[in-house]
């Protein structure tokens, strides 16, 4: 089997069977400008010199009217070549990652596609949508919380319980149905289509296991237990994302998932982006602003009291 070299800047990749050079090339990694050379050849030719050997014909053609001003119809014909063509509307450009399904897709989930790159969330990215989900609870939650005290207290009131046991009860039924809501909302969120959370959506993050595979109701429900579980040992579990390989926490290990640019496992891989992001940035600077202003209030606070007792 010839294999064949590409040049890359000043480097040298490779070797490569004709079929990678051809994925490559179709995925608008390689250009007709690229240098490409395989033994024999007496030196480095540019890939349009060698399109008939490759057996890249049709989607050379197709470049050349791009570049010309027309469309670059590559994707299109390969579609057609392999069968895969999507129906009208249902194509990649014609939604995002996060939008609901079609009625050709509602049977069933959508496959992810193998061979791209794959680009993992960073420690901060999810720092960041967790933030948001976080404020996003908060809200219904608070306002539960409180519905749910009130009628508890009058109940409890006229019942003839004390104000203490009241208060206790109200907290633990609080603090119940906030933790009810959680579950649901992580749970419902990872396992939809998109596999992301509204802060997740936000930052332009999902989950996925770790082949790219969508998840089931089931694996998010225990996600979210095995969260609580990486939160009660200190962060650590959280705080492991920071440090594994594909950007892990101890949660993500223990079922098997990812968290990943939102156009990863697509068939538009290039556009996933490694840097933090506007939302991320400015998510992440008003935390601290926030746990800056916590804290000087915590120091401000203790002083007074001290004041007072001497």
């Known amino acids: 089997m010839t294999e064949w070299y590409f040049a ?9 069977p004709v079929e990678d050079i051809r994925q490559r090339f179709q995925r608008g990694q390689l250009t007709l400008d690229t240098l490409v050379w395989r033994e024999g050849m007496a030196q480095w030719a540019a890939l349009r010199q060698v399109v008939d050997e490759l057996g890249l014909q049709t989607l050379a053609s197709a470049t050349m009217a791009a570049d010309s001003g027309g469309f670059d119809l590559r994707s299109d014909y390969q579609a057609i070549d392999n069968g895969t063509a999507p129906l009208p509307g249902s194509g990649a450009l014609s939604s995002s990652p996060y939008s609901a399904p079609g009625t050709a897709a509602m049977a069933g989930h959508a496959q992810p596609v193998m061979g791209g790159e794959v680009v993992y969330a960073g420690f901060w990215k999810r720092v960041a949508a967790y933030v948001i989900d976080y404020f996003v609870l908060l809200i219904p939650g608070t306002i539960i919380g409180v519905i749910s005290a009130l009628a508890l207290g009058a109940g409890m009131g006229a019942a003839g319980s004390g104000e203490s046991a009241i208060e206790i009860m109200g907290q633990l039924v609080s603090g119940l149905l906030n933790l009810v809501i959680s579950m649901v909302y992580y749970t ?9 959370t509204l802060g997740k959506m936000a930052v332009g993050i999902k989950v996925v296991r770790s082949n790219g595979d969508r998840l089931t109701v089931g694996r998010a429900f225990g996600r979210y237990w095995a969260a609580v579980l990486s939160g009660l040992i200190l962060c650590i579990g959280y ?6 390989e594909r950007k892990q926490g101890l949660h993500d290990m223990m079922c098997d998932t990812l968290v990943v640019d939102r ?7 290039q556009l996933q982006r490694r840097e933090l992001g506007v939302v991320t940035i400015a998510i992440l600077v008003i935390t601290a602003l926030l746990a800056l202003a916590g804290l000087v209030l915590m120091v401000a606070a203790i002083g007074f009291i001290a004041k007072m007792a001497s």
């Open 188 to 196: 419902w969120f990872h396992a939809s289509r998109g596999g992301a």
């Open 263 to 269: 156009w990863a496992f697509t068939d538009q891989p």
């Open 239 to 244: 705080l492991m994302a920071a440090f594994t």
């Open 8 to 16: 890359e800047g000043q480097q040298r990749q490779g070797p490569l």
